[in-house]
């Protein structure tokens, strides 16, 4: 990616080269117009186009390097920035590690809370039966399955939590 940024910018800064936009024979138009016929006009233009033509070249030379680096250090400084934003976005071990113990703590509360509720459930289930064993006495059997039922239906929830 980088070095596709590197040619766009290397290639628009050398077309404002001379020897990028006009050819020894437009720099002959514009210097000596009427020399189409004089040999040696024609041999100083060239000279001075192939000397134009080597600055350019030694500027574009430069232009590359100066824009590599340029390039370079942008995407280095974005890469920075980045790691920075992650750093500054991420969670440390330690916050990971207190937030994980206070979900232990809330769910250990929870858990004893429903555990209370539970054995509270089968105290109440327990004196439903003695109640009814006293008031109806030949028809417990019916009550004791219905509480050994809710009892293992209790103990089973007790056990997914």
Do not use: W
Request: proline content about 1%.
């Amino acid at each position: 990616m980088t070095d596709e940024i590197e040619n766009l910018i290397e290639e628009f800064l050398s077309q404002g080269l001379l020897t990028y936009a006009l050819r020894p024979d437009g720099l002959m138009e514009i210097t000596a117009p009427d020399a189409e016929n004089n040999d040696g006009l024609k041999k100083d233009v060239e000279a001075l186009y192939n000397a134009v033509r080597v600055r350019d070249e030694s500027t574009r030379l430069e232009i590359d390097s100066r824009v590599c680096r340029f390039v370079r250090d942008v995407a280095d400084k974005s890469r920075e920035n980045f790691e920075i934003i992650q750093l500054s976005d991420s969670i440390s071990m330690e916050e990971l590690i207190s937030a994980l113990q206070t979900a232990n703590n809330l769910i250990s509360h929870k858990l004893s809370d429903i555990n209370l509720a539970a054995e509270k459930s089968v105290q109440q289930i327990e004196e439903l039966t003695e109640i009814t064993r006293f008031h109806y006495g030949q028809r417990t059997d019916d009550v004791e399955v219905i509480a050994a039922t809710l009892k293992s239906l209790i103990t089973e929830a007790e056990k997914g939590f």
